[in-house]
């Protein structure tokens, strides 16, 4: 059974069983409409005490049954049901009371939750509203800025908050336990939710929230649905809100952005070691991180916050100094953002240590590398590492484009080098690509997954290329931007468009933020390989010929007075126009779609010849890489997912058509070709098949 009920006493006790995390499918909503006419047949209860069996009270719906119609009874119903019952229902909640599990709380009369439990109504994230009541129950307990907040979001509370917010009556380490002992006259004398006015006006609080949306969820529609239906509760009758967000909700589910939301939740939650993976992974109690710069830093905090003691390894004292100095400012912002404090900074800086000795990280189990992209250093590096570590210890790049296969023909053992590709800020991005090179032992992919997974971040396997997954992708996007520029676009113009398409800056902004001599570097490395019959655009090198780094040399791109915002710079207009001249280009206009087609095309063609040549295991890993590693927006479901949407007809055709223009770069990509022959989408894609 998903839900059982017994009697107790006077009361009755209904458990969620619907593991791993209760979610409240088809089976749960019967059993508790079920358990809500047993407790009203049940003579002499005087309360129902509902709580959830294993780590969770309830994670919300089930988010595999929005693509079907909806079936009843409704969770609406049920909720309503419980309400409306004689006998009061108490929610004793413990892990997690996310979406319907929430709504299930405010359904009840008297709400008590284990210290640690996260309360939440995240359906926004997921492209859709709260169906099942939250929209007006919540601003009625809480106040509209509260609940308008919460909502709008998805952000959950900690028990601790939900508390002093008034959302739970009671923090208790065994919350069925005090809902037992709860007074039987006070429960009967509580209210439901939904027999209470509605909250006082609050025109500032939705302002504010509809501003903050439009901001940081920009393109997304269920923002704003959430916040218009918390903002009827002001003055809408319960019943008559309630049918309005119910409508709002069944009419969001089946959108293409709460498909493609759901598609990024899944692939999410999907991401871990693969089955063929039968090692047991290394147990990491100490890691040496080498180099502290900017990304060395991040790995060794991201590290320590995991309960890893950390040897930050640097060339010279100078350089150590520097190393502290990183780690430390990392740690005054995590604090100033309240989340660390003193007693865990304590822990984490007496875990730390910053030397210029290997010998000091002798007993390391994990080694990563985080030093400058520079073969020559890197070999030195796992020289020295290999001869200082302990022989179980694993050997870990963070290179993004060097090849693993010649790092690790350096080692003695090449098995134990496997690649842990970061993203800066390496604390707070949570995308890790795991490279396994053609030597990589088992045993160290496996401690690359465990670390992911201790890090609490998103692992995707990568095979070995210049680039690996998003590297790649990315180059190839930045390839088509210039391509672009030279042939009659502006900087402004490109980035734009892909603003407009829903990533948070344009190519050109980003390179501006990440310095433009990170590029070029990498362009140099690659001068001697290059296709001599690809199209090379030399617009980005004059670029930093002349000193124009990006904001951190206050111009680039773009101009950035006073280390200020942004300025469109009529020079870069100038410049490009020069070289348009000098290679004899006759350029010409492009609209907004033009711009956004050719950059997406050119990253689906790309992605689908990694795809095609097993770098990446599927595209949903490539939708992974490219939501949590390169801004692609979440709302439109990942590269290949959005790739699907478009349909592989359309895309093989866009791509014959540009093929006329250049026959290199826009070759059609075997997989691309397969799929339209075969009548499938990239999603079920699989190399060799």
Known sequence: MTV???????????????????????????????????????????????????????????????????VPPHLPDVLDAIEACPVPWIAAAHGVALGGGAELMLACRYRIVAPGTRIGLPEVTLGVVPGAGGTQRLPRLVGLAAAVDMIATGKPLSADDAYEMGLVDAVADDPVAHALALDAAELAARSALSSLDGPEPDEMAIDKASASVARRMRGQVAPQKAIDLVALSVSTPFAGALRQERETFVA?????????????????????????????PQKVESAVVVGGGTMGAGIAYALLLAGIAVTVIETDADG????????????????????????????????????????????????????????????????????????HAVLATNTSYLDLHEIAATLNSPSRLVGLHFFAPAHIMKLLEIVQGAATSHAALATGFDLARRLRKVPVLSGVCDGFIGNRILARYREAADTLLMDGATPWQIDEAMVAFGYAMGPYEAQDLSGLDIAYANRKRQAETRDPNRRYIPIADRMVHEGRLGKKTGVGWYRYPGGGGKVEDPLVEDLVAEEAHFAKVARRDFTSEDIERRLLLAMINEAADILAEGIAQSAADIDLVTVFGYGFPRWRGGLMHHADALGVDAILADLRALETEDPVVWRASAAIVACAERGIGLAEYRPGS
């Open 4 to 70: 059982t009920f017994r009697r107790e006493g006077n009361a009755g006790l209904v458990e969620l069983a619907n593991p791993p995390v209760n979610a409240m499918g088809l089976a749960v909503r019967q059993g508790l409409l079920e358990a809500v006419r047993w407790a009203e047949a049940e003579p002499g209860l005087d309360r129902v005490v509902v709580s959830g069996q294993g780590r969770a009270f309830a994670a919300g719906g089930d988010a595999r049954e929005f693509d079907g119609e909806p």
């Open 252 to 280: 969001l589910r089946t959108t293409d952005q709460a498909r493609a939301l759901r598609h990024i939740f899944f692939a999410e939650r999907a991401a871990k070691a693969p089955d063929w993976l039968d090692a047991e």
């Open 320 to 391: 150590a100094e520097r190393a502290r100095a990183n780690v430390a400012r990392i740690m005054e912002a995590s604090a100033a953002r309240g989340l660390l404090g003193e007693d865990k900074r304590a822990r984490i800086e007496a875990a730390l240590t910053v030397s210029t000795d290997y010998a000091d990280g002798a007993s390391a189990d994990l080694a990563i590398e985080a030093a400058f992209e520079s073969m020559e250093v890197k070999k030195a590096v796992f020289s020295a590492l290999e001869e200082a570590l302990p022989v």
